[in-house]
């Protein structure tokens, strides 16, 4: 079972970009490159030149760090880039459309926006803990569906999309559409990465990113695993030296055991913050409900948003306010301990 054909006709057949050759030890006169280094330059590789096309080394360490193969594995400029390459792969302007829950990262309408594919949100109940249900995502679904997004744990709500619930998508919807698990938040929360279903399903795709647990949001890097013909047409999709080389010198290095063993101490930490400020919010007058979250955030909803918004931000504190249907409802970031303690300084002193 494969979903390379419900792509784009003429990008499967798309060509890679021909590209100057590079070898190591010859003389490189054949990329109109500058012969000299710029002053300024302080990379280990020189900045006088291109980087690789699509850097090797990193892809293997990226493919090593997620447990698969190099072949499967495209390196993209944070997860945002991975959406945008899918909807343009997969979508046909104006006839294709995607399926999304709804609230959810609202970067993936944003970009079937730019590619003129429609957008049919599922809502998910909030008195139901904002869990996926299958059945009514699938009845939304119809033959021009290419895409449904699922991001676990989900942004802004932080829910955690249940291993059996993702199977049952998956299944049910085979070779007719592409199932995106969005793992922006994976590491935070305690159920097995959908990477481990690659093997057993062709119809998925998973994103993931350096921008969170290993704290690398600045560098924008992250990587798109999924079946190797489709890594093969986004990779001739993809901008030719998508990744510079101060960025893939930077995730070599965080890519180190000893790097990645104290950005792991960081997410525990960030969960010890997380469960202790979601105890600390059950506490206070002014919070009606915390949900449960696997992610680096809480979703909270409050008794008056527009007032404890305005606190906040009076003090120096910014958390995130969607509207809509869950206008009385914010997103707050984990931040470090004593920013934690500052929001939480902020809230006590709020009226009932
Ligand atoms: N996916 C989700 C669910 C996110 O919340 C974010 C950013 O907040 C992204 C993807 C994009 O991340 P990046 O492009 O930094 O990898």
């Known amino acids: 079972m494969s979903i390379i054909h419900i792509a784009r006709a003429e990008l499967r057949a798309l060509k890679p970009y021909s590209a100057a050759e590079q070898v190591d030890g010859t003389i490189r006169l054949n990329a109109n490159e500058a012969a000299f280094r710029n002053a300024a330059d302080r990379c280990r590789r020189p900045l006088n030149r291109y980087p690789e096309v699509r850097p090797a080394r990193l892809r293997a360490m990226l493919a090593s760090h997620y447990g698969v193969e190099d072949s499967c594995l495209l390196t993209t400029r944070g997860s945002s880039e991975a959406i945008d390459l899918l909807l343009r792969a997969f979508c ?3 006839v294709d459309n995607v399926v999304t829950p709804a609230p959810t990262f609202s970067m993936y309408r944003h970009y079937a926006d730019i590619q003129d594919a429609a957008i049919r949100e599922v809502p998910l109940d909030r008195s139901g803990d904002f869990a996926i249900q299958a059945g009514a995502l699938l ?5 021009n569906t290419r895409l449904v997004f699922l991001c676990s744990p989900n942004n802004p709500t932080g829910t955690v999309l249940p291993r059996s619930t993702l199977t049952a998508i998956l299944d049910s ?3 007719r559409t592409a199932v995106i698990v969005d793992e922006a938040y994976a590491e935070f929360s305690e159920e097995p990465s959908a990477i481990g279903l690659l093997g057993s399903h ?22 798109l695993i999924g079946p190797p013909e489709v890594i093969r047409m986004l990779d001739a999709i993809q901008a030719p030296y998508a990744m510079a080389t101060p960025v893939v010198e930077c995730i070599e290095d965080a890519l180190d055991p000893r790097h990645i063993d104290l950005a792991r101490g960081n997410v525990r930490r960030t969960v010890a913050e997380r469960d202790r400020l979601a105890a600390e919010f059950e506490r206070l007058p002014i919070v009606r ?12 909803r409050l008794e008056d948003a527009a007032g404890t918004l305005e606190m906040t931000r009076r003090a120096g504190i910014l958390v995130r306010h969607f509207g809509g249907e869950n206008a ?4 707050i970031s984990i931040g470090s301990d004593e920013e934690n303690d500052r929001l939480l300084d902020c809230l006590r002193t709020l009226p009932e």
């Open 139 to 143: 009845a939304a679904c119809d033959a």
């Open 92 to 94: 046909r302007a104006g």
């Open 202 to 223: 062709g119809n998925l795709i998973v994103l993931r990113t350096l921008s969170k647990a290993l704290g690398l949001a600045g560098a924008r890097c992250g990587a």
């Open 328 to 331: 009385d409802c914010i997103r």
């Open 289 to 300: 409900q915390v949900w449960p979250s696997g992610a680096n955030f809480l979703f909270v």
């Open 173 to 175: 919807l085979a070779d």
